[in-house]
Nanobody
Framework: QVQLVESGGGLVQARGSLRLACAAS????????GGWFRQAPGKDREFVAAIAWSGSTFNADSGKGRFTISRDNAKNTVYLQMNSLKPEDTAVYYC?????????????????WGQGTQVTVSS
């Protein structure tokens, strides 16, 4: 079992920055792939970024050039650095983990999920 806890969400003005953190406990997280998804009211859960156990990263087009995913295996933590935030980035952000993230953009790939952290970007 892997337990995930997100932190770092909040209210920020447009063009501001936030860094989300996803702390994992339970099994050794270094062998898992990690992902970030978001869900706005009335919308489906949307892929944001993913990072494989090897360190390879994948980004949705919506965040390219603005969002950076990284991991610190010593701290069992995955991060999402978000810069140049826009009001349309407002959503609940979830982190997730899976043994294999070959289909990294698909929520069904991930077995473990955090409870989410709210990000609100004001215009």
């Amino acid at each position: 079992q892997v337990q995930l806890v997100e932190s770092g969400g909040g209210l920020v003005q447009a063009r501001g920055s936030l860094r989300l953190a996803c702390a994992a406990s339970g099994r050794t997280f270094s062998s898992y792939g990690g992902g970030w998804f978001r869900q706005a009211p009335g919308k489906d859960r949307e892929f944001v970024a993913a990072i494989a156990w090897s360190g390879s990263t994948f980004n949705a087009d919506s965040g390219k050039g603005r969002f950076t995913i990284s991991r610190d295996n010593a701290k069992n933590t995955v991060y999402l650095q978000m810069n140049s935030l826009k009001p349309e980035d407002t959503a609940v952000y979830y982190c997730a983990a899976a043994n294999s993230i070959r289909r990294y953009a698909t929520p069904e790939t991930y077995r473990y999920w955090g409870q989410g952290t709210q990000v609100t970007v004001s215009s």
